[in-house]
């Protein structure tokens, strides 16, 4: 009975050194003497290990989430910077050909007034006849003749004529 009191305080003492179970495990003299741990001990300290372990991974799943989701915020937000500077700078391209497009239209009509105004009326007749490929005309219109005998261009201007 003596021999069996011992081994009961010995199991009470181990139970209490559960929480250094990590630095016991850890031991060579015990890694290579597995039956130094009663199967209760050793099932109560992997299930304490497990237990930690798992937190561990929880936290870490976390953390990972979170950094994720700043990662996700962060891309989503230069996106968007992106896509406001790409608008910008159309907007500032769109302008400028506007710009050009008004000042060689301004200096087309400065040359020949006539031969832009034909020009101008061509582009009138095809925005109104659209995708019509046929538009049966009497020799007896205008827009015959228009067709048929645009004005003659003036002649060009002279160097440093304007």
Same mark, same amino acid.
């Given at each position: 009975?003596?021999?069996?009191?011992?081994?009961?305080?010995?199991?009470?003492? +181990?139970?209490?050194?559960?929480?250094?179970?990590?630095?016991?495990?850890?031991?060579?003299?015990?890694?290579?003497?597995?039956?130094?741990? /009663? /199967?209760?001990?050793?099932?109560?300290?992997?299930?304490?290990?497990?237990?930690?372990?798992?937190?561990?991974?929880?936290?870490?799943?976390?953390?990972?989430?979170?950094?994720?989701?700043?990662?996700?915020?962060?891309?989503?937000?230069?996106?968007?910077?992106?896509?406001?500077?790409?608008?910008?700078?159309?907007?500032?391209? @769109?302008?400028?050909?506007?710009?050009?497009?008004?000042?060689?239209?301004?200096?087309?009509?400065? @040359?020949?007034?006539?031969?832009?105004?034909?020009?101008? @009326? *061509?582009?009138?007749?095809?925005?109104?006849?659209?995708?019509?490929?046929?538009?049966?005309?009497?020799?007896?219109?205008? *827009?015959?003749?228009? *067709? *048929?005998?645009?004005? +003659? /261009?003036?002649?060009?201007?002279?160097?440093?004529?304007?």
């Amino acid at each position: 009975m003596h021999h069996q009191s011992i081994r009961h305080a010995l199991a009470l003492a +181990k139970l209490a050194l559960a929480p250094f179970a990590l630095v016991l495990l850890a031991s060579p003299a015990l890694a290579r003497d597995s039956s130094a741990l /009663p /199967p209760a001990v050793s099932d109560a300290i992997f299930a304490r290990i497990r237990s930690e372990r798992g937190k561990k991974v929880a936290d870490y799943e976390s953390m990972g989430k979170k950094e994720a989701e700043d990662i996700r915020t962060a891309a989503e937000r230069k996106s968007r910077e992106m896509v406001a500077e790409a608008r910008a700078e159309e907007a500032r391209i @769109k302008g400028q050909a506007d710009a050009d497009a008004d000042r060689i239209r301004n200096e087309a009509f400065q @040359k020949d007034p006539e031969f832009y105004a034909f020009l101008k @009326k *061509l582009e009138e007749y095809q925005r109104i006849l659209g995708d019509r490929s046929v538009l049966p005309l009497s020799t007896h219109r205008a *827009l015959f003749d228009m *067709l *048929l005998q645009p004005p +003659k /261009p003036s002649a060009p201007l002279k160097k440093g004529e304007q």
